[in-house]
């Protein structure tokens, strides 16, 4: 049987970066730079993808700005036809490499924001002077009149600060602002009993941000992403697994999420050893979860089974043990209750401390170069 081709592929071109993000839902065993894909096959799967059908490419990381070679990348993507998008610390970000990019074709920016106080910030992203470097990058963006994301990522530290993050996004001149409740995968699970924010602050920022898409109207388009913890409706993860995206991450493997190498027993093919056509139409990984064939119940009487396609696979594991498993932030998981204890609890008597990326290992990426990509 065909499956419709992917809208849009997570282009993971990285895994270093200077930022230590004690959210980041990067895996906790990142990929070095000498297994980094070089150049000439980065181009090669870039072909594969708008063969494929592939509309946009989202070039992310770890930090995309990382890799010397992206300007390249981004040119011969849009010679493809593809829609550029650059998800971005900004962090390494400035004017001339900007000017360079957008000669390229790049077509819109997201840019990550840890907090409106800049110290706040820093502290959450593990890196002084981050919060400067990210103002003044996002200026240089919508200078060079290239569409703007402000991407808020919020958690109990600074949940009350809703108000001005819309306010920052306007001022910068975005389009669109992202307030994105951390999603607790990698990093973000570490630190989950630190950053779970109240039902209280849930319940205040979602009616900040309600006034503000009314008054706003025409002017910032905002998307509110909720703690999955307080939900009760899972969300379609991915667009339903295997539906309308897919990931290559920096060493080649394709995924249908990110996260998806947490899942046991799984195989993921590499663009090394299969098309990208062959891995989407046919890989094991990919047919696991697709559709909704594999559901068990209630998923596979439910009336929104075509909906949220089950919810989030990753979430099932982390939570349940079992990534087949109803993803627990439904109402009808049999899990639901004991999720929704677990966050008031650990929201109501917080941990005061990070696990941060060591030090060590920050230097390290830092300074790494893939021995492939171009100069």
Request: proline share 5%; charged share 20%; aromatic share 8%.
């Amino acid at each position: 049987m065909s499956v419709p081709p992917p809208f849009a592929m997570l282009a993971e071109v990285t895994h270093r970066c200077p930022m230590r993000c004690v959210y980041c839902s990067n895996p906790l065993a990142l990929e070095p730079a000498s297994k980094e894909l070089d150049t000439d096959t980065w181009r090669r799967v870039l072909d594969e993808a708008a063969d494929l059908g592939v509309l946009q490419v989202h070039f992310s990381g770890g930090e995309p700005m990382a890799r010397r070679d992206l300007v390249a990348l981004v040119d011969h993507a849009t010679r493809q036809g593809l829609y550029a998008n650059l998800i971005t610390s900004a962090v390494l970000l400035d004017q001339e490499q900007l000017a360079r990019l957008v000669d390229a074709g790049i077509e819109h920016v997201q840019i990550s924001f840890q907090d409106i106080d800049a110290a706040e910030g820093d502290r959450i992203g593990g890196l002084a002077d981050a919060h400067q470097k990210k103002l003044a990058a996002a200026r240089y963006v919508t200078a060079a009149g290239l569409p703007l994301t402000v991407n808020a990522v919020v958690q109990r530290y600074n949940a009350s600060r809703v108000t001005e993050f819309i306010d920052l996004a306007v001022g910068l001149g975005a389009g669109r602002l992202e307030v994105a409740n951390v999603q607790y995968y990698g990093w973000g699970l570490l630190n989950r009993a630190a950053l779970m924010p109240t039902r209280e602050q849930l319940d205040e920022m979602t009616a900040v941000v309600e006034a503000a898409r009314q008054r706003l109207a025409g002017v910032l388009t905002i998307d509110y992403v909720i703690p999955d913890y307080y939900a009760r409706m899972p969300k379609s993860c991915m667009g339903g697994w295997a539906r309308q995206f897919l990931n290559v991450d920096p060493a080649g493997r394709v995924l249908p999420c990110h996260a998806a190498t947490t899942i046991p027993g799984m195989t993921f093919d590499t663009v090394h050893d299969r098309g990208l056509a062959e891995i989407w139409q046919h890989s094991q990984a990919f047919n696991r979860f697709r559709g909704t064939a594999w559901m068990p119940e209630p998923c596979a009487s439910c009336e929104y089974r075509e909906v949220d396609w089950g919810g989030c696979r990753c979430q099932a594991l982390a939570l349940t043990g079992d990534a087949a498993a109803t993803d627990p932030v439904c109402h009808k998981s049999p899990h639901h209750q004991a999720i929704l204890a677990m966050a008031e609890a650990e929201s109501a008597a917080p941990s005061d401390t990070f696990v941060y990326r060591g030090a060590r290992e920050r230097a390290d990426m830092q300074r790494a170069r893939s021995p492939f990509e171009a100069q």
